[in-house]
């Protein structure tokens, strides 16, 4: 068993900045790659921010720029700094880690989910 444990959402003003953390543990032999998605009410889940294992970051068009994601390879954990907030930004940001576990075979979890709202 893997578990994501997100935090950092809240309530902010355009033009402010959050930074979320998302921390993987358990049965953990590698985190190939972690990410930040986001789903608004009625729209898909959109990937905003991915740093796999071999650096080749990526991120929404929409978030470049404002948004960085950082990770802490010892602690299995993941960050999104955002910045430069805008009320699109509102949505529940949901952690995604993919990897091995200790008997070698392939996890994909997601975290909880937290809850972003950017007021203009």
């Known amino acids: 068993q893997v578990q994501l444990v997100e935090s950092g959402g809240g309530l902010v003003q355009a033009g402010e900045s959050l930074k979320l953390s998302c921390a993987a543990s358990g049965s953990i032999s590698t985190v190939d790659s972690m990410g930040w998605y986001r789903q608004s009410p009625g729209k898909q889940r959109e990937l905003v921010a991915i740093s796999p294992s071999d650096g080749n970051i990526d991120y929404a068009d929409v978030v470049k720029g404002r948004f960085t994601i950082s990770r802490d390879n010892a602690k299995n954990t993941v960050y999104l700094q955002m910045n430069s907030l805008i009320p699109e930004d509102t949505a529940v940001y949901y952690c995604?880690?993919?990897?091995?576990?200790?008997?070698?075979?392939?996890?994909?979890?997601w975290g909880q989910g937290t809850q972003v709202t950017v007021s203009s």
């Open positions: 995604n880690a993919e990897g091995r576990t200790k008997w070698g075979t392939i996890y994909n979890y």
